[in-house]
């Protein structure tokens, strides 16, 4: 599956799957021509998502092959161990939560997960959590924090549930609860934008002493499609909605919301799921070393201070 600005490059790289089962089933002599299509297709690759506009990175955050919570946890993390249920309701599956091991570092793990086939989609609601996830979410954050474990979260989501059983459980008010707890964990925190970072349902995962985003990720709070039909009444203004919202990792790190991006593979993070995950993997340990060096004092003072620079405003 690709998009329809990917369509050179998805021919591309069939040819180069061919040429490789070719070469693997011992015909050495496709050796010369499997290198030149790899190298044509990193060249084309890094000139198409050079240019991408933002929709086309909306696009690109919400590819049906892009790597997902659970796919970097298992390239990334060892011996991971899944905890369930908030303790007071249910068990939200959009959110999977637990312990792992970064090399051979203990670390608490929490993403959001949007599911890959039609089944999953549903089990997991397409990412979207109800308060009992969020709920989860800050039972694990603080046993994270009574052992004395840095917490790394993963973002992709279009936004936390809006429903209406949603509402009758409390969904702002665990919004809230996990925006405060995170706030204030006196553990080591990175948080990652993998995909769709949406609205407060993104942000009550994304409080923490390091933000780090992919490449083709974006971070909002609203749809291009909410932003387009509040705006202009007009749904056909997604272009322009995405413009406006500066959503893109590049914009974010100009206005300063995020500490770094994290880029993708050829361009794009779901030609690769493995390549991405190691190039992750690499900021993650860079980012855990720096901040294992903190007290937990100078932790949660990090954090604030993070956090109240940000947006602008004028005393009167």
């Known amino acids: 599956m690709y998009l329809d600005f990917e369509k050179d490059l ?18 050495r ?3 010369k021509e499997l290198r030149e299509l ?5 060249r084309k690759a890094k000139e198409l998502y050079s240019k991408l506009d933002p929709w086309e990175r909306v696009l690109l955050a919400r590819h049906p092959q892009r790597p997902h919570t659970i796919d970097y946890i298992n390239l990334i993390f060892k011996n991971f161990i899944e905890l369930h249920g908030d303790r007071l309701y249910g068990d939200d599956k959009s ?6 091991y970064l090399d ?24 979207m959590s109800h308060p009992e996830g969020y709920r989860k979410a800050i039972r694990i954050a603080k046993l994270a924090e009574s052992y004395g474990m840095p917490l790394i979260t993963f973002i992709d989501t279009p936004g936390a549930y809006p429903g209406i059983g949603a509402e009758e459980r409390g969904q702002s008010e665990a919004i809230a609860q996990s925006l405060y707890t995170f706030g204030y964990l006196r553990i080591p925190s990175i948080a990652v934008v993998i995909g769709e970072g949406g609205s407060g349902g993104a942000l009550a995962l994304g409080v923490a002493n390091k933000v780090l985003m992919l490449e083709n990720a974006i971070y909002s709070v609203i749809s291009p499609e909410g932003c387009a039909a509040i705006l202009w009444k007009d749904q056909s203004k997604v272009k322009e909605a995405s413009k406006a ?21 050829f361009g794009g993070a779901h030609w690769d799921h493995k390549r991405s995950a190691r190039i992750l993997k ?10 294992l060096s903190y007290s937990p004092e100078e932790l949660v003072n990090q954090r604030i201070k993070k956090f ?9």
């Open 38 to 42: 790899q190298r044509e297709f990193k």
């Open 29 to 31: 002599d496709k050796e």
């Open 104 to 127: 051979q570092f203990p670390v608490a793990l929490i993403g959001q997960e949007k599911g890959r086939s039609t089944k999953e989609k549903m089990e997991r609601n397409f990412g």
């Open 245 to 265: 919202l500066k959503l893109t990792a590049q914009d974010l790190m100009k206005l300063g919301i995020i500490d770094a991006i994290v880029p993708e593979p």
């Open 10 to 27: 998805h021919e591309l790289y069939q040819k180069i799957d061919q040429l490789k089962r070719l070469y693997n089933l011992g015909e």
């Open 95 to 100: 959110i999977v939560a637990g312990f792992a």
């Open 282 to 291: 690499c900021f993650l340990r860079k980012n855990l070393k720096e901040l």
């Open 308 to 316: 109240e620079k940000m947006g602008a405003f004028i005393e009167l």
